[in-house]
Nanobody, 132 residues
Framework: QVQLVESGGGLVQAGGSLRLSCAAS????????MGWFHQAPGKEREFVAA????????YYADSVKGRFTISRGNAKNTVYLQMNSLNAEDTAVYYC?????????????????????????WGQGTQVTVSS
């Protein structure tokens, strides 16, 4: 079992930056892939970015490509999401998720990587609010 806790959310002005952190505890294995999703009020949970546990492969939603960067720390139980050039559409609760998808090894389609139902461990989320 994997337990995930997000931190780093807050209120930021449009054009600003935030860095989210996801700390994993419990039974953590190197085979776990990690993802970031966000969910705005009244909206479906949407894929933001993903990284395989080794950090060798990354994936991004078109809406954040070039602005956000997903990475892992030296300790494999920590994953980050650096968010730059934030805009109002980025306002949402951001969730960290984990799964054994085989990213970077298996030839997976985006329909798998971006599907929240494929991730079986979730954090409680951290609120990101971008103001004008």
């Amino acid at each position: 079992q994997v337990q995930l806790v997000e931190s780093g959310g807050g209120l930021v002005q449009a054009g600003g930056s935030l860095r989210l952190s996801c700390a994993a505890s419990g039974r953590t294995f190197s085979s776990y892939d990690m993802g970031w999703f966000h969910q705005a009020p009244g909206k479906e949970r949407e894929f933001v970015a993903a990284i395989n546990w080794s950090g060798s492969s990354t994936y991004y939603a078109d809406s954040v490509k070039g602005r956000f960067t997903i990475s892992r720390g030296n300790a494999k139980n920590t994953v980050y999401l650096q968010m730059n050039s934030l805009n109002a559409e980025d306002t949402a609760v951001y969730y960290c998720a984990a799964a054994r998808l085989g990213l970077g090894i298996a030839r997976l389609g985006l329909e798998i990587i971006t599907n929240p139902s494929k991730y079986n461990y979730w954090g409680q989320g951290t609120q990101v609010t971008v103001s004008s």
